[in-house]
Nanobody, 124 residues
Framework: VQLQASGGGLVQAGGSLRLSCAAS????????LGWFRQAPGKEREFVAA???????YYADFEKGRFTISGDNAKGTVYLQMNSLKSEDTAVYYC???????????????????WGQGTLVTVSS
């Protein structure tokens, strides 16, 4: 299974970007699809996730600026990011948690599948 993320780029502060991710390879089933990010010199952190039944989860720093959507059955997940700030600059990774996993949605170690990352740069 491979996850392919796209949609990153350079945007001015206050602007918007939409990240996309699609799974390919063998028949894909997941319980949760989501996004993590890693800024230069910082640890990887949880951004957002959507469960197979459509429940959504967000990191506190987003404060309503980001919206996640997706279709776990199809292996697609999107992240709409609005009102971007310079501190949102990071490599964004799409992730997938296998079915029947009991790990925490907020914990990177719970996700078996990771995309290659897409760089988001927000200029101030």
């Amino acid at each position: 299974v491979q996850l392919q993320a796209s949609g990153g780029g350079l945007v001015q502060a206050g602007g918007s970007l939409r990240l996309s991710c699609a799974a390919s390879g063998q028949t894909f089933s997941s319980s949760v699809l989501g996004w993590f990010r890693q800024a230069p010199g910082k640890e990887r952190e949880f951004v957002a996730a959507v469960s197979r039944i459509g429940n959504t989860y967000y990191a506190d720093f987003e404060k309503g600026r980001f919206t996640i959507s997706g279709d776990n059955a199809k292996g697609t997940v999107y992240l709409q990011m609005n009102s971007l700030k310079s501190e949102d600059t990071a490599v964004y990774y799409c992730v997938a948690m296998p079915l029947y996993s009991t790990g925490s949605i907020y914990d990177a170690t719970s996700y078996t599948y990771w995309g290659q990352g897409t760089l988001v740069t927000v200029s101030s």
